[in-house]
């Protein structure tokens, strides 16, 4: 065996490791990237900083809007009930739109930023929707149990 052969010849767990590393990565991200509950969910954009590996996502149901922001270790949850969403706002940019849900009783809005055009428009009217069907169908928010004025 010559000198040269020598310097080049590696251990095989010395390849295989940085490979299973990378993959595992890869599955990490992809498993943080799907929809994290069933309904329309609208996933900002990898393209958009912040997003580029932990996209957020947003839920839009019948009764409430939840901001899921993945994380490394854990997970952010945010939710709004229909009942006390002031206003939406879709800021437009050049590829993406960023959302601002804003709250009736004034705290902190939830901010949906880097999502595309369309989703952005389909969030807005989604959530237009089911506050007309909340509000038609009679239900008022406001004060609950037995020391409420009025019972």
Not at 65 to 72: A, D, L, S
Request: glycine share 10%; proline share 7%.
């Amino acid at each position: 065996m010559t000198a040269d052969s020598a310097s080049f010849s590696l251990p095989l767990w010395v390849m295989i490791v940085p490979v299973a590393v990378l993959v595992l990565f890869g599955v990490v991200v992809w498993l943080k990237g799907r929809p994290f509950a069933e309904g329309a969910v609208f996933r900002a954009s990898r393209l958009s900083s912040g997003n580029r590996l932990l996209p957020t996502q947003v839920l839009i149901t019948p009764t409430s809007v939840v901001q899921f922001t993945p994380g490394w270790i854990g997970k952010q949850e945010e939710s709004i009930h229909m009942a006390h969403i002031a206003s939406v706002k879709i800021q437009t940019g050049v590829l993406l739109s960023d959302v601002l849900i804003e709250t009736s009783g004034g705290a902190s809005p939830i901010r949906c930023h880097g999502h595309r055009k369309s989703d952005a428009v389909e969030m807005k009217r989604l959530i237009e929707q089911y506050q007309d069907r909340y509000y038609q169908s009679g239900t008022r928010p406001g004060p609950a149990g037995p020391d409420a004025p009025g019972r």
